[in-house]
């Protein structure tokens, strides 16, 4: 399978909007090359501003356009993209309910080197907790791309959390994105394994290894976290009686939490959560931190196989 980074088909996707349509505007932080909104200021520099070192303004000023009938993109890696602009994300974009798309780069420990001063594990769950924000961790090319332009013309904040390291392609163009619906990829009896995000050929390969331990995982990619298709979850756990949550992101207030919010409301049983365990990350490359982590298909898998002993 071909491989590339989800932030590289953000790039591309921008690109295409802000020559289609008009109110399209992208902000950035400086890091243009890095998060790919250089694509879209190649293919209409007067509708890209690179607004500098200023997460804060860049995300005021954005509110200031969206409430001038613009829809606005603005991008910065996930660490300052959700952490540092919290407070302006909040009072000037969720709270006026304006229609800017925060689309962060370089999420979870898959940054790999540069380490845990930049390794965002924290952004789910301050932007899921945010009145009429709408979260949306896609798993490869394809549908990133489709969720980037579903954004531009969904009426609201979105979040849109994007990787770093080239992940496989999974989906393709007969794939159709949906704000309500999350993906079976693989229906089973055993487990149901429930992704998203940048992870999601891991825990694939990891349901490749479990079939050769006679364990039939049910595979759900969920590339909307909120709001959170509760039924496709809720229907595949009261199947197979346990769930487990993967996702490169802290344990606390990401995918795990929001499942375990909705079980619990509606359908109690077992949920096991797979990620980062309440700690900070380290430098290494991707690989060597998905092993350490054991977000790696191997690691996943010997959890699981555990379990079901």
Do not use: W
Not at 133 to 162: C, H, K, W
């Amino acid at each position: 399978m071909a491989k590339e980074a989800t932030r590289n088909a953000y790039g591309k996707a921008l690109a295409e909007l802000v020559v289609e349509r008009d109110d399209v505007l992208v902000l950035d932080a400086d890091l243009t090359k890095s998060t790919k909104t250089i694509d879209a200021k190649k293919a209409r520099p007067e509708h890209h501003f690179n607004m500098g070192i200023a997460e804060g303004n860049m995300m005021a000023v954005a509110a200031g356009m969206a409430a001038s009938n613009k829809v606005v993109y603005a991008s910065s890696f996930a660490m300052f993209a959700a952490g540092r602009a919290f407070e302006q994300i909040r009072n000037s974009i969720c709270y006026p309910n304006l229609n800017v798309k925060v689309c962060a780069t370089h999420a979870g420990i898959t940054v790999g080197e540069d380490g845990a001063s930049h390794q965002a594990l924290e952004d789910v769950s301050l932007m899921r907790g945010l009145p009429n924000m709408t979260v949306i961790v896609p798993g490869d090319y394809e549908q990133t791309r489709q969720a980037v332009r579903f954004a531009a013309s969904y009426n609201g904040p979105v979040y849109i959390r994007l990787s770093r390291m080239n992940v496989p392609d999974i989906f393709d163009k007969n794939y159709k994105f949906s704000i309500n619906k999350a993906v079976v990829l693989k229906e089973g009896t055993d487990v149901s394994l429930i992704t998203a995000g940048d992870i999601l050929a891991e825990v694939m390969k990891a349901s490749e290894i479990l079939t050769n331990h006679g364990i039939n995982a049910e595979i759900i990619n969920v590339p909307v976290i909120k709001p959170l298709d509760c039924g496709t979850i809720i229907n595949s756990v009261n199947k197979t009686k346990l769930a487990v949550t993967i996702e490169n992101h802290s344990v606390i207030g990401g995918l795990g939490s929001a499942v375990c919010e909705c079980l619990a409301a509606d359908a109690p049983n077992k949920v096991i959560r797979i990620g980062v365990n309440d700690c900070f990350g380290q430098s290494g490359s991707p690989d060597e931190l998905l092993k350490y982590y054991g977000l790696d298909a191997v690691s996943i898998a010997d959890r699981i196989i555990e379990l079901k002993k």
